[in-house]
C-alpha cells in the first residue's frame, strides 16, 4: 500500500463534515459582525468629511500591494473565498480585537505603572505582542480549517501578508482622520508617504514571518521539533513589530523631535527602507525558492497521473511554469470565451491541488477528520469531471483544445 493510501481514501461521517463547515460558518459570521462594528465605530467616531479622506487615502494603494503579494504565488493561487477572509479577518476581526486588547491592557497598566510608562510599554511592547497574536489567530484558523489549501512557506506569506494588508488600512483611517482633523489634507498628505508609501507592506510583513512559521511546519517531517517553527515565526513577527513601534516610542519619549528635528526626521524616513526593505526582499527570495519546490513537486506528483489518464503530458509543463500556465488560461479565454476560461482555471487548480496532496501524504502527514473528504481518488472524480465539460463545451464553440 502506497504511504497514506489509507488515510486518502477515508470518507468522512456526516457529523464531521458538518463541524467544518460548522466552523467556516462561525469564522464567516465572527468577520461579517465585526466588520458591522468597526464600520460603526468609524461612522459614529469620526466627522464624514475626516472618514471620506481618511478612506481614500487608507484604501488607494491597497490593490496594488495585493496584486504584489499575488503575484508571489503564480503557480497555486489560493481560492480567492479564503483570500478574502484572510484580508478582511485583519481589517475586522484583528483590528477589533487588538482595540479592545489594547484599552483593556493600557488601563490596567495606567493603574499599576502610571500613564507614562504604560503609554511606553503599551507601544513597544503590548502593541505587538496583541497585534500579531489577532492577525495570527486568522493563518492558525487557515490552517486548521483548510489546511488543504495551505501547503508550503509561498501560502504562509500570501495568508499572512494579506491578513496585514488589511489590518494596515483599518489602522491606517483611524491614523489618516485623525491627522486630518489636527493638520488638515496636507498632514494627510505627510502621513500617508510615510504610513502607505514607505511602510505599507510593514504589517504584511510582521504577519507573513508568522506565516513562514507555519509554511515551514508544513513542509517539515513529521515530528516534535516541527512545532518549533510556528513558535518561532510569531516570535519573529512580534519583534519585528516591537522594533518598528519601539523607535517611535524612543523618540517620544526622549523628545527627539523637539530637540533635534532633522534627525528625527532622518530616523523616520530611514526606518521603513531599513526594516521592511530587507524583509521584504527576503520574502521575495522565500517566494522564488518556493515556487521552484513547488514546480519540482507538481511534475513529480503528476508523473504517475499522466499514465493514469487523469492528467496530461502538457499539464505538467504548464502548472510547474507560471508563464505557460497564464498563455493557456488565456487561451482558454480566446477562444472558448469566460466559461472554457473557468473550467480550465478550475481544471489547473484541482491539479496541482492533488499534486501537494499526495506529496504531503507520501511523507506521513495526516488530516484532520473533517478535512479527509478531500481524498485523492475524490480529486480525480472531480478532475475527470471539469476536463469532460470543458470538453463539451470545446466542442459546443467549435474550438479545438490546445
Known sequence: MAPGAGIAGARPSALDRSLRWLLLGCAGWIILLSGIVVAGFLLLALPLAALIVA?????????????????????????????????????????????????????????????MVADALGSSVVAPVVEEAAKGSALALLFLLARHEFDDVVDGIVYGALVGLGFAMVENILYFAGTYLESGLVGVGVLFFLRSVLGGLAHSLFTSATGIGLGLYRQAAPGKRRLLWPVAGFGVAVLLHALWNGVTTLIQVTDLAEENPLLTLGIVLALPVALTVPGLLTLIVLAVAGGRRAARIIREQLADEVEHGTALPEDLDALARPWARRRRLWRALRRGGLRAWLLQRQLDELLVDLAFRKWHLARGDRLPRFLQAYSEERYRERIAALRARLGEHDAETGRHPA
Not at 497555486?76 to 477589533?96: D, S, T
Open 55 to 115: 478612506g481614500f487615502a487608507a484604501v488607494l494603494l491597497v490593490p496594488a500591494y495585493a496584486a504584489l503579494i499575488l503575484a508571489l504565488d503564480p503557480r497555486e493561487p489560493e481560492p480567492a473565498v479564503l483570500l478574502a477572509a484572510a484580508f478582511f479577518w485583519g481589517a475586522f476581526v484583528a483590528a477589533l480585537v487588538s482595540v479592545l486588547a489594547e484599552l483593556l491592557a493600557g488601563a490596567v497598566l495606567t493603574v499599576v505603572l502610571g500613564s
